[in-house]
């Protein structure tokens, strides 16, 4: 089941929702509306989501930790938003995802090295947020199917040996 929803001017979204089955909804697409508001949990609870996009919504606050029960997530797309804060280190867990789009947030802090567990990791965006840190190639340890790597106006830097493999960034 499709739930799309995309530009459609809504101004308002639930932070709870009673119970409810939604055991059969693979995608959502909420993208460019105008929430302006906190991201809602319970949209990570939904485990039966291949494609969760968010994008340009002004959803605040942080990615939560227990984003690792989208198990069958391929597509997370969380650009231009006002996301705070640390990614979790359980994006690692997320071993279908595909494409994760977190540009254009306040994202800050170091990336964690679960992110090189995305062994399926095709296209990653990072671009326009506040990390800071290093990232070893244990960060890039099993991302050899990522063709698409993104990461603009952040405070690290590309290093490269002979080989091309990536030392530190």
């Known amino acids: 089941m499709v739930f799309r ?20 909804i693979q ?49 997370l797309n969380l650009d231009f938003n006002d996301l705070s804060g640390r990614l979790p280190i359980s994006i690692g867990n997320l071993s279908s995802l595909e494409i994760l789009y977190l540009s254009s947030n306040q994202l800050n802090g170091t990336i964690p090295e679960t992110i090189g567990q995305l062994k399926k990791l095709i296209s990653l965006d990072l671009s ?16 050899n199917n990522t063709k698409e790597f993104l990461s603009k106006e952040n405070h690290w830097y590309l290093m490269w040996d002979m080989t091309g493999f990536l030392l530190s960034i």
Not at 5 to 24: E, K
Not at 34 to 40: A, H, R
Request: charge should be negative; proline fraction near 7%.
């Open 128 to 143: 326009f947020n506040n990390w800071g840190g290093v990232m070893s190639r244990i960060h890039f340890l099993h991302l």
């Open 27 to 75: 995608v959502i697409d909420l993208s460019s509306n105008d929430f302006n508001s906190p991201l809602p949990g319970w949209l990570f609870n939904i485990s039966s989501l291949v494609e969760l996009e968010l994008s340009f919504n002004g959803f605040s606050g942080q990615i939560p930790p227990y984003v690792e029960n989208l198990n069958n997530m391929r597509d």
């Open 5 to 24: 929803l995309s530009s459609c001017r809504l101004h308002d979204i639930p932070t709870t929702l009673p119970i409810v089955n939604f055991s059969s």
